[in-house]
């Protein structure tokens, strides 16, 4: 007999019925094969050898006594860093069905340690936020029965994509054109972004996956998809190749990775979409990009140029600029120049209330290319769980409030709007898109959208997953350790991405027909918009309709 | 839908052979109300020169806002020379409020130069159309330019024309244009009815324009005087041609570049494609979406029909040396020059241009694929 007292507990002790995801284990069905615990990328489950006593009566020897067995079995880890996140990767290997998580309905007892080490717990990033957004409940209401024929989305031909790069005023695009004067570059692209995901965060295999996906959009389905590369630079061969005029560069306060860049600028065959420079996202704001040393692999250490396996912050603010004035003369203007004013340049901000004042600075600086406001929903790489849930702006109202800052200046669309956080994010993915593009921005940028669609991302708000930031990726997406990410297809993911891409085009056409919209993108068509809701709706100066 | 009509003749004839071609076509519209616009008018009892004198029309709906429009000229100091009285037949006409319908010819003030005029007569007509507005709409006020008449009311068209005595050719004019039906889309307001005009150039249109609210967003962004109200979708296209032909100082031509630009494949192939791309990303706010087509007047008498890009509206082109006519049906055309070749109407497509100059002599279909003429974009 054990005494109670005997039991060790630690103020952290759980039990796994205190754990999110509880391993529901069938030990009739379990031949022990082990590809389960095999295949765990957090070890949440282990085999482990149990000895349990026969009791034994001798009747004729008129003798009692015990006996043991020793067997093998699975049992599921209660320590917090290796808990069951609910990937459902054992349930997948199993060939007997006897493994798999299920969702546990008490209250998480695990939420109180997750801090342990007095290091406050980060995830890969997923709101802790399900349900509809309001993105999700915008319908699109303007269907003129009286004198408009609908347009047949399969018949007709529709311009879906949109402009990105600073657009002149006519009288001064005129005015230039006749003096032979500097034209800021555009680009004509598709409205949906594969929003800034770093070679870094995404497994070498998923960038791969992606970058053959984004060219076979634009070069045989004709959809001129872009791809944005986060923090983190761009993988040499890409500078080099013909690839990179589908590719927005991107740097960040860290810089990681354009030393790699500006070596590789002679060798450049053709001109990088644009250049992004990251100021704030949208799920962490005040906070830098973190790529966390598990993720930092040689290749990874090599590209950054920094040391393997070591965590590498960014600064949550360029440190060489003090204001948003001086980051638009020095970094729109600087980059515009390395790239000879061949290239859009545009900044990337939090969604918050000074997004306006950031636009009307951008506004009255000729080199700024765009603005991309990132909304609290966004967001993939480690952030802090309270930042994410508790800090930041939707993109919704924000969105809105500064295309109609444009609106009273007359200036819509010179300063090209792009919207991001939480576009797709409960899978409606076009719908949430053009709701935007109707409050007024010129495109968006998805990020989780993606990773879930053409990666089979297992990630959901209801802390489904989300270990991108350690490393661990069950599928090998944002993992850079080769026995996982060996696990994703580069040319499944491709396929993916193509398959996407058609379908997002084929929605937009079944949105835009009905609108009798086929010429240009219905941009700040708020005529057509109506919510379920009037507080929104007269937030967002759309239709109230229930 | 509704339906449209356009004339345009060396010999001034009446508006009412107009009405009459609007007739021809009456099963496409619902006969809710008539928008007429004359230029290259002449009176029977007036001689009226255009070259020194302005011409207001409106609708004053009290005796009240009568004498203060009376007033209101005087104060700005526009002196009045003719008064054009229709015979009102009252029972004819639905609205029971028209205490008199406004033809009036002022001299044009002195000594201020062509910009300059242009901009008064335009902030006059805007001053009273306000005005009017702030007397619970007393006063309505379509156009004051020279050269131009305009006449809108609810009601059947022929009606209209009966009720105002337009077929005893007490006025002429070289162009007219028509359009039955009142803006349906929005709430009825004289001011929601075709053609819509602004300093001298005036279009009437056929169909919806689904790129409305985001047109008219920038458009009113611009703050250029004139470019308001909006009570009607087509409106904007009015002010398009006025923005592309008078702010930017582009050729006719290329205001069906900026409506409804070509495609980039298109533009990667044409002559000027690097000009027009440019000025696609320019002026793609003021992309229409359609349906539509657009019938035009510009103050030289030149006359001009477009298609949206998707050519969804019907309209047809005809005529002979000296008188053409454009209607949304053939039928229309028929009515209106009758003594022409009718295998040589034409229908244009959704790249085209048809233009009637001012001397009549013959169309110019104009391609979006052909070469542009203006010297910047070479
Ligand atoms: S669900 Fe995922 S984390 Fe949980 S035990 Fe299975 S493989 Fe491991
Ligand atoms: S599947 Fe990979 S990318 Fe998706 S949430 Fe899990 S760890 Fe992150």
Known sequence: ?546 | MCRLALKTADIPFSPYEVLTGMEAMQEGYDGSGLGLLLRGVSFEDYKYKKEEQIILSGIAHTEQAFNRLQRLMEERGFEQDYDHRFKVNADLVEAKDRYQYIVRVYNKPDGLTTEELEERLMQTRLFLRKNGEEHGNDLTIFSFWSDVVTIKEVGWPLQVGDALGLNDDRIKARVVMAQGRQNTNYGINLYACHPFFIQGIATMTNGENSAFVPIKEWLEGKKIPGYMGYQSDSEVFAHILHYVTKKLGLPLAAYKHVITPLKTEELNAHPQGDFLKGLRTACRRLIIDGPNAIIGTLPDETCMLAMDAKKLRPATVGGRPGAWAIASEMCGVEALVPDRDPSLDFQPMREHTVIIPPERKELQIWSQFDQFTLSQAA
């Not at chain 1, 009747?59 to 067995?69: A, E, M, P």
């Not at chain 1, 529709?158 to 034209?183: Q, Y």
């Not at chain 1, 993939?380 to 109202?397: K, L, Q």
């Open chain 1, 1 to 546: 007999m054990v005494s109670v007292r005997s039991v060790y507990t630690q103020p952290s002790s759980l039990t796994y019925s205190d754990l999110p995801w509880i391993i529901e284990h069938r030990e009739d069905r379990c031949t022990l094969c082990g590809q389960c615990t095999a295949v765990c990328p957090k070890q949440a489950i282990y085999l482990t050898y149990r000895r349990q006593r026969v009791p034994k009566l001798d009747i004729l020897k008129k003798k009692r006594g015990n006996d043991y067995r020793h067997f093998v079995g699975i049992r599921q880890n209660t320590e917090v860093d290796k808990m069951c996140i609910g990937c459902g990767m054992c349930s997948s290997v199993c060939p007997n069905e006897a493994i798999g998580p299920v969702p546990n309905q008490n209250e998480h007892r695990s939420r109180f340690h997750m801090d342990q080490k007095g290091d406050s717990w980060k995830r890969g990033g997923r709101r802790n936020a399900p349900g509809k957004t309001i993105l999700d409940r915008i319908s699109f209401g303007r269907i003129s029965m009286l004198t408009d024929p609908a347009l047949d989305a399969g018949r007709h031909e529709f311009s879906t994509n949109t402009i990105l790069g600073r657009v002149l005023p006519p009288e001064e695009f005129l005015r230039r054109k006749a003096s032979g004067e500097w034209i800021p570059p555009t680009r004509e692209i598709f409205p949906f972004v594969i929003g800034s995901m770093s070679f870094g965060a995404l497994s070498p295999n998923m960038w791969l996956g992606l970058l053959q996906g984004v060219a076979y959009c634009n070069e045989v389905l004709g959809i001129p998809v872009v791809m944005a590369t986060g923090e983190g630079g761009c993988p040499p061969w890409v500078l080099k190749s013909p690839f990179l005029k589908y590719i927005i560069l991107q740097i960040a306060s860290g810089y990681f990775g354009w030393d790699e860049i500006i070596r590789a600028i002679p060798d450049m065959q053709c001109d990088p979409a644009a250049i992004e420079i990251k100021y704030g996202q949208g799920a962490k704001p005040g906070d830098g990009g973190l790529l966390m040393w598990f993720k930092v692999s040689k290749l990874i250490a090599r590209l950054r140029g920094v040391p393997e396996g070591v965590d590498l912050p960014s600064p949550p603010v360029h440190q060489t600029l003090y204001s948003i004035e001086e980051s638009v003369m020095k970094m729109i203007q600087t980059m515009s120049m390395a790239f000879n004013f061949r290239v859009p340049v545009y900044p990337k901000i939090s969604g918050s209330t000074s997004a306006k004042s950031v636009l009307n600075n951008l506004v009255r600086n000729p080199y700024a290319g765009a603005l991309l406001i990132d909304g609290i929903d966004g967001g993939t790489g480690a952030a802090y769980n309270v930042s994410m849930d508790a800090t930041g702006h939707p993109i919704a109202s924000n969105l809105r409030e500064c295309y109609q800052e444009l609106v009273a200046q007359g200036r819509q669309n010179e300063i090209p709007l792009f919207a991001a956080g939480g576009v797709g994010k409960n899978g409606n993915v076009t719908q949430n898109g053009m709701a935007l593009i109707m409050l007024g921005a010129s495109g968006v940028h998805i990020g989780k959208y993606i990773m879930q669609a053409c990666a089979g991302c297992l990630g959901n708000e209801m802390g489904r997953c989300n270990v991108c930031n350690v490393g661990i990726c069950p599928k090998g997406i944002t993992s850079q350790n080769e026995k996982l990410f060996r696990r994703l297809d580069p040319d499944d993911v491709a396929q993916r991405v193509a398959d996407t891409f058609s379908s997002i085009k084929t929605e937009m056409k079944k949105i835009m027909a009905p609108l009798g919209r086929s010429q240009s993108l219905p941009i700040g068509m708020s005529d057509a918009l109506g919510i379920d809701d009037a507080d929104a709706a007269k937030r967002l100066g759309i239709k109230y309709a229930c």
